[in-house]
């Protein structure tokens, strides 16, 4: 799970230097994004690394939306996979099972990326969320 850390730190590195998306949706608890911080929680079991993670996330407006761009479209490393697949797993069984408000700006910007680079855990995530949106 060392690896999370290196990967958060990218995104937030990433973030720095670009404009932050979705910046509406992001609600800080602790510093952190609630629904980012609920996320981490779920995928990081470890209590040391997970602390280390959120010290990192606290203070920076970083939005749950702007992670999971990041994510869905390769920007971040995540895993050895092209698409980033295992990370997309994860996000969608975490939505799946959480059911977190998500700005609808997110859906347009990952249906547009995904015009071009498609892969079938894209689609499956961007159903995941169109799913949620339908269930509201």
Do not use: H, W
């Not at 390769?74 to 977190?100: C, H, I, W």
């Amino acid at each position: 799970m060392k690896f999370l850390s290196v990967i958060f730190l990218v995104i937030m590195i990433a973030c720095s230097s670009s404009k932050i998306l979705f910046q509406e949706s992001y609600k800080p608890i602790d510093g952190v994004d609630s629904r980012l911080k609920s996320f981490l929680e779920y995928v990081i079991k470890n209590p040391n690394e997970l602390n280390n993670v959120l010290n990192q996330y606290k203070g920076k407006p970083i939005s749950f939306e702007y992670f999971i761009y990041q994510i869905f479209t390769g920007k971040v490393e995540f895993d050895t996979t092209p698409d980033n697949s295992m990370a997309l797993g994860q996000l969608g069984l975490y939505l799946e099972e959480n059911r977190p408000e998500l700005s609808d700006d997110l859906l347009k910007e990952l249906k547009n990326f995904n015009e071009n680079n498609k892969t079938m855990m894209r689609g499956m995530l961007i159903l995941t969320i169109e799913g949620l949106k339908q269930d509201k």
